[in-house]
């Protein structure tokens, strides 16, 4: 069962940036499709973005798209999400999140019950 460490969160002032990694226990390059989810007390736990296996496909929330980008270091068992121009509405606990599963369509990569393995989150906090 792999479990996932995130790490880079913290506090920014509105415009500036975060990287955010997620360090996975065990290999994820052959089979494991990864995201970031984030979540506001109070509310659901929203899509972010999310790569393929092999790092040849992201896909992103309308609201970051342009903004944010995910990218994963399959030598290193690590996925990123560099977060730019960053706006208080990103203020959220980020999670990242894994599947053992080679999914072909967009909307699977944004369903969070498609993600078995979980993280423990990242609180990020945009200051206006």
């Known amino acids: 069962q792999v479990q996932l460490v995130e790490s880079g969160g913290g506090l920014v002032q509105a415009g500036g940036s975060l990287r955010l990694s997620c360090a996975a226990s065990?290999?994820?390059?052959?089979?494991?499709?990864m995201g970031w989810f984030r979540q506001v007390p109070g509310k659901e736990r929203e899509f972010v973005a999310a790569?393929?296996?092999?790092?040849?496909?992201?896909y992103y929330a309308d609201s970051v798209n342009g903004r944010f980008t995910i990218s994963r270091d399959n030598a290193k068992n690590t996925v990123y999400l560099q977060m730019n121009s960053l706006k208080p509405e990103d203020t959220a606990v980020y999670y990242c999140?894994?599947?053992?599963?080679?999914?072909?369509?967009?909307?699977?990569?944004?369903?969070?019950?498609?993600?078995?393995?979980w993280g423990q989150g990242t609180q990020v906090t945009v200051s206006s």
């Open positions: 065990e290999r994820t390059d052959s089979n494991y499709a």
């Open positions: 790569i393929n296996y092999s790092g040849t496909s992201t």
């Open positions: 999140a894994a599947a053992q599963r080679r999914y072909r369509l967009r909307v699977e990569y944004q369903q969070e019950q498609k993600y078995a393995y």
